[in-house]
């Protein structure tokens, strides 16, 4: 971590607004991308945001210098986005086990590799809230389904069926484009 970094850390721990400042400009862009991607909707990613640097700016004096800080603030971010989301929406029921699903080694990339970010965001945002959520943390944040499981409070089978629906319903919105394309 760089020396400067540090320094607005620390001040940032000590409430000084100017650090906090600088703190903000340096993350926002990639904390609102994640806001966006687990948002259905520009202002509810916004409304997320802000209340993400609030919470930020509260817990900084628990970061320990140990670990990445931008890392850090991610999971910050992505955990109060989740919890947004648990707070207003009921899971689907638990999926059996012996559905049919894409092998988890299947690569997003081939699909995706065509659509520009904005675009790939715009149509994450269109996935059914629990589909949005499974396809975030596993393509964007890399966590395993054991992961999204205990994050989500839902199975790994079900973590695993639902980025199944996900990459089917963004597939079909791709063949869209491309169909139209031609």
């Known amino acids: 971590m760089d020396k ?10 000590e409430n000084d607004r100017k650090a906090q400042e600088l703190l903000y400009r340096r993350y926002s862009n990639v904390l609102f991308s994640i806001c ?34 931008e890392g850090w603030i991610k999971r910050v971010m992505v955990n109060l986005n989740l919890e947004k989301h648990r707070q207003k929406e009921i899971w689907l029921t638990e ?13 997003d990339s081939d699909d995706f590799q ?12 269109n996935l059914p809230t629990q589909y949005r959520q499974v396809f975030n943390l596993y393509v964007f944040e890399e966590y395993t389904h054991n992961e999204i499981a205990e ?18 319903i963004l597939r079909k919105e791709l063949m869209k484009i491309k169909h139209k394309a031609e």
Not at 39 to 65: C, H, M, P, R, W
Not at 95 to 107: A, H, T, V, Y
Not at 152 to 162: E, V
């Open 4 to 13: 400067e970094l540090i320094e607005i850390i620390e001040q940032c721990q």
């Open 36 to 69: 966006l991607r687990y948002s259905g909707s520009y202002e509810n990613a916004q409304d997320v945001f802000q209340e993400g640097f609030i919470l930020i700016f509260k817990k900084i004096t628990q970061y320990s210098f140990s670990g990445s800080f």
């Open 95 to 107: 999926i059996e086990e012996n559905m049919p699903l894409i092998d988890e080694e299947d690569n």
């Open 114 to 125: 065509n659509v520009n970010y904005q675009d790939l965001i715009k149509y994450v945002q």
């Open 151 to 168: 994050s989500l409070k839902i199975s790994p089978g079900t973590s695993k069926s639902n980025l199944s629906r996900a990459r089917e």
